[in-house]
Each structure stands twice: as C-alpha cells, then as structure tokens.
C-alpha cells in the first residue's frame, strides 16, 4: 500500500499544474497518468496572462516564450471569407516584443492592458506547455510523476481515499492510501462519473474535426498577412485555423456539418478546399471534438476534488478552457497545504467549490456566448465574396458585427477581472464592485480579485513580492506590519510582511496594509489599527463553519 498525501489523477496541462503547484509548496503527490509522452497534439493555443503569472513563480514562463509563435512576429487575427477570399476584419494586438518596447519607451498609459500583467496572451502548443510543465515537476522531489499509469477505481471513507492504479505496459495493479483525491482526467474523468456529479449548462454544441498539419509554403498560398488564428466564415470551410510557429505548422479546426462524420472528412482535400488550391502538406493528425459548455454542480465530494475539464467543459472560443483549469489547481493546491500542515481547519476545503463553481460557470458562458456569435456570421455561401453592391453591404455589415466580436480574442477581463464575491475568507472593505467586462481589466485591490499587478523596476513585479503562502503589503513606511507577523507566528500562520515603497503601488492598493492569499488574491486590506487575530482568522477559515454533509 503506497500512503501519500494527495493522490491527482491525470496528467495533462491541469494535472501537471497540480503536482507542480503541491511540489512548489513541498507536499508529497502521486500523479498518474495513462500516456507515457504528452500528447503530441496542440489543442489549446494560448496561455492567459493569469497562467502565465503563475507559471512564473516556478520558472516555466521562460520555457514558454520561443516554443510558440515567435515573439517578434506580428500578433494578428484575421476573419475571412476563406483562405483564398475576402478579408472582412482583422485585430492587431501587440506582439512580446511589441509589448516589451512600448512598456519601456514610458510613454503608454499605464493603466492601459499591457501594464494590466506583466504578460499579454502567450501563444503556443498546449504540448509544449505540458512538457514544460512535465520537466519541472520531474525536478521535484516530493513529487512522484508516473506516466504511463491510469486510475482504476477508487472508494473514500472519512479519512481518505483508497485508490487501485495500474501500469498500462505490466498491468501491475498497486492499491494507494491518500487524504485526498484531485481528478484532473479530462472530459471523460473517471472520477467524475465514480462521483456520480452531474454537469449543468449546454451541451453537444457543435462538433468538430482538428487537422493538425505542416505546410511550409501556407504563407504564400494566401493574400493574407501573418496571423496567430484564421476565422474562415463561409459555411463549407467555417471553423479556426490556428498557427503554431513562423506559418508552417497549422491545426484546422472545422465544423462538421449535419450529417458528416470526422472520418468522412478527407483532412488534405479540407485544407486545400480552405485555401482554394493544392499545396504539399503533411497531415500529422487528425482528432474529433465535440463544443460544450458544462459545469459540475460540486467541486468536492468528500475528500475527493474535481479540476481542469473533469470539472468543466468549454468551447474554445476565448481560449478560457485549459486557463481556468489551472486557476483551479492553484486554488486547490495552497487550499490542500494549509489543511495537510495543520494551519487551516478541514473546512477550508469547502471554499474550493464555493469560489471556482462560479468562475467555472461564468467562464463556460463566456466562451459559450462568443461560440454562439461567431457561429452566427458563419452562415453565409460565396455571397461571401460577391464581387457587387450586395457583397459589399454584407461585407460592411459583418465587419462591424465582428469589431464587437473581438472579445473572444482580447479576454483579459475574463482573465485577470475575475472575483470572489461569496467567500468567507476574504474580508469585504464596503467598496464598489467594478464592471465585469470580457474585454476590460479594471485594476483593483478589492478584497476577492486578483492582486494587481505593477512594475516596482523594469524588471520587479509586484507579484515577485508574493511569498507561496500569506504575504502583507505594508505602504505605511512605518513598519506597522511588524505586529501582524508576530500575531500570525502565534497562531502558527505562515505570513511574510513586504514593506513598500512605492508611491504608484500605493495609490493603486489604496490602503495602509494589504493582505495577500497564497494565490495571490487580496483577502483584506485596510488601515494599520485593524483587528489582525480576527482578520487572519477569517481568511485561514478559522471562522468558518463546516457545510452540512
């Protein structure tokens, strides 16, 4: 019988995330996971600025920068009748290198998205992502990665869980005592349907074929300029065509019609139908996917936990789906520590669901409502490209319908704006709550959002700042935060107290002190004379009642 803390099912982008996150915090894990190498296939192509930052606390932003779409190339996206037709939009967004020069030339606005996160939208291959994820969480010791090990069943009383693994080359059966279970296996999760949790939202959506290929000449086979993402709208070529490096490596994303299965489709003569002549192309795979937008009713059943897209379903539009599952990961992750250490009660755990079931759903519904929209203009036939006055109306119409589309690229909203509203371990300041706007990132210190992000020097974030568990933000520059670390040491409180000096952080967390949770969302902020013991026993969960079973 192997005994260990935390048992995670599932080893993709979220599972990986998992481990990692527990590892960084020195909390022994099992991860298993059915395929022995990451899937080859890119699936998700963009990791959100909130991703990225976390990331960067274990050093993997820097793995991520040169695997993708280089980052001197320009950051378009283009809506198209068709690869060999008509440009009807396109969004210009700051490529890395871009981002880099303007925030240096200080003459941006400083409120403005490229000083909203020390990142924009990185894009790159969910694989590559994983096998980032995969070489760092090998590097940690407390950590026990198997690949090419699957979950089998499991059964929980009120201690744990009792888990039977199995290695897929043997068939080696091991029985695993843990604490606590994490299923991050995917849409399909075993853990999920052994909870029997039902998922609410809609579901069957669309269905998809992904054609993931090598073209070397894509690039002159078109008019178009260089674009991270393709939106083909005439209805036989409707779909995504995502690049994945300089514009030879491409994933075609296109919507089945009635009646057609993904095996019906001939991948070559799809991408040369899209691009209105042949090319050489080598086709390396081609997968099915099915659209939903499905949330769990419950995060947690016991000691057992559900992240990633065992606990969601998303379409991508929006690039929201892998994001929130690692969000979910680093909830958990600090969540798991402080009951495994003994500085939280048990009852902490309950505030996994209450949080991310939110997020979860709100985020589902986002990605949902741009699916419906840009569906809706991928309606049309070679109308698309009529060369008269009617074509040119339609045209004209469609373009002003997709500058308002934009959010299912520009998401940082959805990605830093987030909030926790209903928690009982943040502590509310009575301030006003800012829009939640897809598109805009209101900047804020609010108790239950995201600890904003600033630049202390050119190369210091203030998230740098952030210990792994509670830190304090002191701007009194009187050292008022000394009477907190001594109260949080004699209530066994891990807290690292920061003392700022900085007039522009100041003005942007607008308050003497600032309480920063271990995943780096403001639990409190206030005046230097606050009940600290109270505070630290609210946002711990120390005063907290336990749910009814």
């Given at each position: 019988?192997?005994?260990?803390?935390?048992?995670?099912?599932?080893?993709?982008?979220?599972?990986?995330?998992?481990?990692?996150?527990?590892?960084?915090?020195?909390?022994?894990?099992?991860?298993?996971?059915?395929?022995?190498?990451?899937?080859?296939?890119?699936?998700?192509?963009?990791?959100?600025?909130?991703?990225?930052?976390?990331?960067?606390?274990?050093?993997?932003?820097?793995?991520?920068?040169?695997?993708?779409?280089?980052?001197?190339?320009?950051?378009?996206?283009?809506?198209?009748?068709?690869?060999?037709?008509?440009?009807?939009?396109?969004?210009?967004?700051?490529?890395?290198?871009?981002?880099?020069?303007?925030?240096?030339?200080?003459?941006?606005?400083?409120?403005?998205?490229?000083?909203?996160?020390?990142?924009?939208?990185?894009?790159?291959?969910?694989?590559?992502?994983?096998?980032?994820?995969?070489?760092?969480?090998?590097?940690?010791?407390?950590?026990?990665?198997?690949?090419?090990?699957a979950l089998r069943d499991f059964e929980q009383?009120?201690?744990?869980?009792?888990?039977?693994?199995?290695?897929?080359?043997?068939?080696?059966?091991?029985?695993?005592?843990?604490?606590?279970?994490?299923?991050?296996?995917?849409?399909?999760?075993?853990?999920?349907?052994?909870?029997?949790?039902?998922?609410?939202?809609?579901?069957?959506?669309?269905?998809?074929?992904?054609?993931?290929?090598?073209?070397?000449?894509?690039?002159?086979?078109?008019?178009?300029?260089?674009?991270?993402?393709?939106?083909?709208?005439?209805?036989?070529?409707?779909?995504?065509?995502?690049?994945?490096?300089?514009?030879?490596?491409?994933?075609?994303?296109?919507?089945?019609?009635?009646?057609?299965?993904?095996?019906?489709?001939?991948?070559?003569?799809?991408?040369?139908?899209?691009?209105?002549?042949?090319?050489?192309?080598?086709?390396?795979?081609?997968?099915?996917?099915?659209?939903?937008?499905?949330?769990?009713?419950?995060?947690?059943?016991?000691n057992v936990f559900l992240a990633g897209d065992?606990?969601?379903?998303?379409?991508?539009?929006?690039?929201?789906?892998?994001?929130?599952?690692?969000?979910?990961?680093?909830?958990?992750?600090w969540k798991l520590e402080a009951v495994i250490?003994?500085?939280?009660?048990?009852?902490?755990?309950?505030?996994?669901?209450?949080?991310?079931?939110?997020?979860?759903?709100?985020?589902?519904?986002?990605?949902?409502?741009?699916?419906?929209?840009?569906?809706?203009?991928?309606?049309?036939?070679?109308?698309?490209?009529?060369?008269?006055?009617?074509?040119?109306?339609?045209?004209?119409?469609?373009?002003?319908?997709?500058?308002?589309?934009?959010?299912?690229?520009?998401?940082?909203?959805?990605?830093?704006?987030?909030?926790?509203?209903?928690?009982?371990?943040?502590?509310?300041?009575?301030?006003?709550?800012?829009?939640?706007?897809?598109?805009?990132?209101?900047?804020?210190?609010?108790?239950?959002?995201?600890?904003?992000?600033?630049?202390?020097?050119?190369?210091?974030?203030?998230?740098?700042?952030?210990?792994?568990?509670?830190?304090?933000?002191?701007?009194?520059?009187?050292?008022?935060?000394?009477?907190?670390?001594?109260?949080?040491?004699?209530?066994?409180?891990?807290?690292?107290?920061?003392?700022?000096?900085?007039?522009?952080?100041?003005?942007?967390?607008?308050?003497?002190?600032?309480?920063?949770?271990?995943?780096?969302?403001?639990?409190?902020?206030?005046?230097?004379?606050?009940?600290?013991?109270?505070?630290?026993?609210?946002?711990?969960?120390?005063?907290?009642?336990?749910?009814?079973?």
């Amino acid at each position: 019988m192997i005994e260990i803390p935390v048992l995670i099912a599932g080893g993709a982008s979220v599972g990986l995330s998992m481990a990692a996150e527990l590892g960084w915090r020195k909390i022994p894990c099992l991860l298993v996971e059915q395929r022995r190498e990451v899937n080859p296939h890119p699936r998700a192509n963009a990791v959100g600025n909130r991703t990225m930052e976390y990331f960067r606390r274990w050093g993997v932003d820097q793995k991520l920068f040169n695997k993708g779409v280089p980052p001197d190339y320009p950051a378009d996206y283009y809506w198209v009748s068709s690869m060999h037709g008509r440009a009807l939009h396109r969004l210009s967004m700051l490529s890395y290198e871009q981002l880099v020069q303007a925030r240096n030339s200080g003459v941006a606005d400083p409120m403005a998205e490229m000083y909203w996160s020390p990142y924009l939208k990185t894009i790159v291959g969910q694989q590559h992502v994983e096998r980032a994820l995969k070489e760092y969480v090998q590097t940690l010791e407390c950590v026990d990665s198997r690949f090419g090990w699957a979950l089998r069943d499991f059964e929980q009383d009120a201690e744990g869980v009792t888990a039977q693994i199995e290695c897929l080359q043997t068939g080696k059966i091991e029985q695993v005592r843990s604490r606590y279970l994490v299923g991050c296996d995917g849409g399909r999760s075993l853990v999920r349907t052994r909870l029997n949790v039902p998922m609410s939202g809609r579901s069957n959506m669309a269905r998809f074929v992904s054609i993931y290929f090598r073209c070397p000449d894509f690039m002159e086979a078109h008019s178009f300029g260089h674009g991270n993402i393709y939106f083909p709208l005439r209805k036989e070529y409707s779909g995504f065509l995502l690049n994945w490096d300089g514009g030879t490596l491409w994933t075609y994303h296109l919507i089945l019609p009635e009646g057609k299965e993904w095996n019906d489709i001939d991948p070559s003569q799809a991408v040369w139908a899209l691009l209105g002549k042949e090319v050489p192309l080598e086709v390396i795979e081609v997968q099915p996917w099915t659209a939903h937008a499905l949330t769990v009713d419950q995060y947690r059943v016991g000691n057992v936990f559900l992240a990633g897209d065992a606990a969601h379903k998303f379409t991508p539009t929006g690039g929201l789906g892998m994001n929130t599952g690692v969000g979910d990961a680093i909830e958990l992750g600090w969540k798991l520590e402080a009951v495994i250490r003994g500085w939280a009660p048990p009852c902490l755990l309950d505030t996994y669901h209450i949080e991310r079931h939110p997020v979860g759903v709100r985020n589902t519904m986002e990605a949902a409502d741009n699916f419906d929209k840009l569906y809706s203009v991928m309606q049309y036939g070679p109308e698309l490209d009529a060369d008269d006055e009617h074509g040119e109306a339609l045209r004209k119409a469609l373009g002003e319908e997709l500058q308002r589309q934009e959010k299912i690229l520009a998401s940082s909203g959805v990605l830093l704006g987030y909030r926790y509203n209903a928690t009982p371990i943040c502590v509310p300041d009575g301030t006003p709550e800012p829009p939640d706007d897809p598109r805009r990132y209101v900047p804020t210190a609010r108790p239950g959002h995201r600890a904003p992000h600033i630049w202390l020097t050119p190369d210091t974030s203030i998230l740098d700042l952030f210990s792994p568990h509670f830190t304090l933000l002191d701007f009194t520059g009187r050292q008022a935060g000394r009477q907190w670390e001594k109260q949080a040491t004699s209530m066994g409180v891990p807290l690292t107290v920061r003392e700022i000096d900085h007039a522009g952080a100041k003005r942007l967390y607008d308050a003497e002190l600032v309480l920063v949770r271990p995943d780096m969302m403001v639990a409190w902020r206030g005046a230097s004379d606050a009940d600290a013991q109270g505070i630290l026993q609210t946002v711990t969960g120390r005063a907290m009642q336990p749910l009814a079973a």
